[in-house]
């Protein structure tokens, strides 16, 4: 069966850092883009970046890129998604993604929508 | 950034029905589009992809459209279990791949 499962829950005060965690199981993890969704409280979802494990390109939404940071070890199937100094902001469910497939050029990648999906991981950033 | 718009934000409607969300994107974008599921407190779940394909496992009363600018998700025979919020997304371009703002789906 092919699987994300997610880290847990984390509290942390503003100005901590933090990674979380998303493991792959069921399909050969190098071959497939895997990504993140945040959703903060009551509120759509955002696309925030993806990675290729195979060679760890990584494409970022404008967004977020600065603000995270996107990676993979293939020797252990898990893709990461990781703050330096977090906000009160940051606070949302994160969802680690797969999508059906893909195909990408040196500029774009296009994906035929994301059919796996984490459990999600709740991040709460309070002081 | 390519923006969607999608309408109604909210839709009311009884078992049965047929219903029809709309996704209309700020500039034409290619057949890489989805539609997702999210029922409270749980993850999406892909209902479409490729504007029109049907996700394994999908109920078939789920049906997807559109093209260039405007994307359709039409639930015929409504059923209790579809009371949820719906999102459209494209995955085409330069990322970012935005998602709509959602469709809550009330039964």
């Known amino acids: 069966e092919v699987q994300l499962v997610q880290s847990g829950a984390e509290v942390k005060k503003p100005g901590e850092s933090l990674k979380i965690s998303c493991q792959a199981s069921?399909?050969?993890?190098?071959?497939?883009?895997i990504g993140w969704v945040r959703q903060m409280p009551g509120k759509g979802l955002e696309w925030m970046g993806i990675i290729y494990p195979g060679d760890s390109d990584s494409r970022y939404s404008p967004s977020f890129e600065g603000r995270v940071t996107i990676s993979a070890d293939k020797s252990i199937t898990t893709a990461f998604l990781q703050w330096s100094s977090l906000k009160a902001s940051d606070t949302a469910m994160y969802y680690c993604?797969?999508?059906?497939?893909?195909?990408?050029?040196?500029?774009?990648?296009?994906?035929?929508?994301?059919?796996?999906w984490g459990q999600g991981t709740t991040v709460t950033v309070s002081s | 950034d390519i923006q969607l718009t999608q309408s109604p934000s909210f839709l009311s409607a009884s078992v049965g029905d047929r219903v029809t969300i709309t996704c209309r994107a700020s500039q034409g974008i290619s057949i890489y589009f989805a539609w997702y599921q999210q029922k409270q407190g749980k993850a999406p779940k892909l209902l479409i992809y490729a504007a029109s394909m049907l996700q394994s496992g999908v109920p078939s009363r789920f049906t997807g459209s559109g093209s260039g600018t405007e994307f359709t998700l039409t639930i015929s025979g409504l059923q209790p279990d579809d009371s949820a919020t719906y999102y459209c997304q494209h995955l085409s371009n330069y990322p970012p791949w935005t998602f709509g703002q959602g469709t809550t789906v009330e039964i």
């Open positions: 069921g399909y050969t993890f190098s071959n497939y883009w």
């Open positions: 993604v797969r999508p059906r497939d893909c195909s990408a050029t040196r500029l774009s990648v296009y994906c035929n929508g994301f059919d796996i």
